[in-house]
């Protein structure tokens, strides 16, 4: 396989994770997270065999997101966009700070759209290219705060909403759009899905058959043997 391929988040380690899979399967990489210096650490782990652009982004400035989408359109257009940012916050809705609440829901939605839309106005996204959103099973499915905030839930399910209805808009164009909703992911002393195992299936989601688009895929890790 060959292609250009973005991730956005992609210090975090889905994110990272997600990026070493597209570069073993000969995606040319771009990166983008807060800060230039984890992208460029980035870099020398992953050792990609092919080109690597890190491009730094912030998703709670629009300034940001235009100035990147800028940067991207002199690496051309790109045939996956991987977005695995999160904000997250385990505050009430009445106990959190204001500007915490809007970084929020500009990390988890509004960053997202924007991207979206500087990509599509500068002509970055083709007919052919995928495009994959991840949130989390809370918000695709129960709604349960208990593991984190109302404002996180919210912000990540109306990311799975646009998923769905941006999805079929850009289905018009040739433009293939999921969401990705996973449980709990693996952690130190928490068991979880692998994030290996994610990041591949992720991968598999962008290879699928050109003729199938799937809309929302809710991902869980298998018992132990």
Known sequence: MSGSALVIGASGSLGTETARVLTEAGYDLVVSARELPELED???RLDPAGAFHAVPLDLASTDSIEEWANRLAEVGPLDVVV?????FSRAALGEADPGALESLVHTNFTGPML????LLRRDLLRAGSNVVNVTSLGSARSFDASRSSAAHIASKAALGVLGISGGDELARLGIRASTVAPATLEKSGRSGIDIRALASTILALVQLDSRVRVETLVVHAMPPA
């Not at 977005?83 to 904000?87: L, S």
């Not at 991207?115 to 500087?118: D, F, I, T, Y």
């Open 42 to 44: 980035l870099r020398q």
């Open 83 to 87: 977005n695995t940012a999160a904000g």
């Open 115 to 118: 991207v979206l839309n500087a």
